[in-house]
């Protein structure tokens, strides 16, 4: 790799620089792990001395990452416009380095449910913080209020329900592998209660 790479030569200088910063490393310090000189690192970090791949091999493992993270381009792929679930309120984005992850968030107008049946429990965990409003989160047999800036993690093995108090509130929740295919047999279990609750309605208009 040489300084006609241009924006990538650049990019893996900035990243050494910065790694090694975020690491609380001197120039000094980074040189004795690494085995090269500190001018050498310095020209390196200055864009004064070329790249060299058993140099970048060296430094990587120093800084405790890989060659391929070291060397990594900027991606093109960095805004995410997200899924929405009018049906349920939500807005669903995928975290793309951990795919098995999203970022969920919710408006709740409702009180979390006074039927203890309505709980849900699953494997998982599940974070999430408040943005605006008051909520409730029902966890096993105990009521948190969770107010705006605060945020709640917990194990969704425990049964658990959520809901607003006092007017609308909007929440954003992290959701696991494990407890993103919970929520959305929950909600599939929801929809067919109402449906059922729906058809029950109907019936009783209708009369015998």
Same mark, same amino acid.
């Given at each position: ?48 001395? *070329?790249?060299? %791949?058993?140099? =970048?091999?060296?430094? /990587?493992?120093? !800084? ?6 070291? @060397? +990594? &381009? ?50 998982? *965990?599940?974070? %999430?913080?408040? =943005?605006?409003?008051? /909520?409730?989160? !029902? ?6 209020? @969770? +107010? &705006? ?60």
């Amino acid at each position: 790799m040489t300084q006609d790479n241009g924006e990538m030569d650049s990019l893996v200088r900035k990243r050494i620089r910065a790694l090694r910063v975020a690491q609380g490393w001197s120039l000094e310090e980074l040189a004795t792990r690494a085995s090269v000189s500190q001018s050498t690192l310095s020209r390196i970090e200055n864009g004064q001395r *070329r790249l060299a %791949l058993d140099q =970048l091999v060296t430094l /990587a493992r120093a !800084l405790d990452t890989s060659l391929d993270q070291l @060397v +990594e &381009t900027a991606t093109d792929d960095v805004i995410a416009s997200p899924t929405i679930d009018a049906a349920h309120g939500l807005m669903r984005w995928p975290i793309k380095a951990e795919p098995g992850m999203s970022v969920v968030r919710q408006r709740m107008t409702n009180p979390p449910p006074d039927n203890p049946a309505r709980m849900r429990a699953h494997p998982g *965990r599940e974070w %999430l913080v408040v =943005l605006s409003g008051t /909520a409730v989160l !029902l966890l096993g047999n105990r009521r948190f209020r @969770v +107010e &705006t800036n605060q945020a709640a993690e917990f194990p969704t093995m425990l049964p658990h329900a959520i809901g607003a108090e006092g007017g609308p509130c909007e929440i954003l929740g992290i959701f696991d592998r494990d407890a993103r295919r919970g929520h959305q047999r929950a909600e599939k279990a929801d929809d067919a209660e109402k449906a059922d609750e729906a058809v029950k309605d109907d019936d009783q208009r209708s009369g015998p």
